[in-house]
């Protein structure tokens, strides 16, 4: 079987996914790169992975290599795509395989212009092309009803999502890093509205007043960052509060190992949110804002983590409680770790694609007993 990922540039995101297709003897693999990594995302600390890997096609570099890009998709039995096929291909090119769109949710704003616009975007690239070799990778629980709304691939949508490292650490090893008297909070993301930093902040000021020993420790950047110190130095919080500034992903998994509470304050724009992927790998029991597109699909509630219903009141509700039962913050770590083992890492999600994709390629019927990643949302 041959599989052609076509995207923008190849991201810390997707590399485990293209590393446990390209390491699967079944499979002949290609990723095409339709962009160089923004300046931007390199200030950001992301590496150049098009330079890095053997098998990324970069097709922006020449007409000759957009050419071999074009015939290396027209090849493929199965394409996945990040970014719009029209571009490259017409419907006669893609007859006989399987398109596979890997999307986020359509609607991320509403009821302003660019809902608007997204409707009427919404309607020409998926209403009114109902080619019915073409499915959807949902990455994100908010992505199938934003397409029901469009009436666009009905029955042929699955579960997705981006898939991270999970590293395998023993209980007792990972217990050992949390095991400090003083609560270790975590609030990982870019310094912007979506993300709700002062969220985090609004917390950690309620949890100092009712004299509680935590730490929070807020790691990234962005247009809020000076606005979040000051609130920190307003609030007397400089004992409490670390702002650690934008660090190297590794880092960033050093910082989640040591973690007792990863809170995920975002807010319906983010589609995805693979930071969550990488609390949960790392034990932490994290309190999620519902309206986030992954946490639907990765935490049950009381469970494996907590969800909220995106207000400080709630989220603060469930912080403390987390705060003063160590026992229940471990047993919802663990939980986390082995959904993250059991299903949504990349190696399971590559074979779960693998066997949907061969069952349709035969001519089986959509709906799948897959669990996770690929099992049948409608």
Partial sequence: MKIVFLSTFLNHHQLPLCNAFFRMKNVEFQYISVMPVSQECLNLGYRDMNNECDFVLKAYESTEKKNRAIREMKEADVLISVVNIWDYLTKEDIKGKLVFLYMERIFKQVYNLEFMLNILRGIKNHTLNRAKNIFVLCTGAYVAPDLKRLCAY????????????????RREDAIKLKSSETVHILWVGRFLALKRPQHALEVAKELKKRGYD????MVGSGDL???IRKEVCKGGLEGYVNLAGSVPAEQVRTYMDHADIFLFTSNRIEGWGAVLNEAMSSRCAVVANQQIGAVPFLIRNNKNGLVYNGTVEDLLLKTEDLVRNREKRLSLGEQAYRMMRKYWNADVAADHFVQLSQSLLSG???????KGP???IG
């Fill in 154 to 169: 009905k029955g042929r949508m699955y579960r997705w999502g981006y898939f991270t490292e999970v590293f395998e650490r």
């Fill in 214 to 217: 935590f730490c929070l420790d």
């Fill in 225 to 227: 960052e000076n606005e």
């Fill in 364 to 370: 089986e019927k959509s709906k799948t007993d897959l």
């Fill in 374 to 376: 690929c099992s049948y």
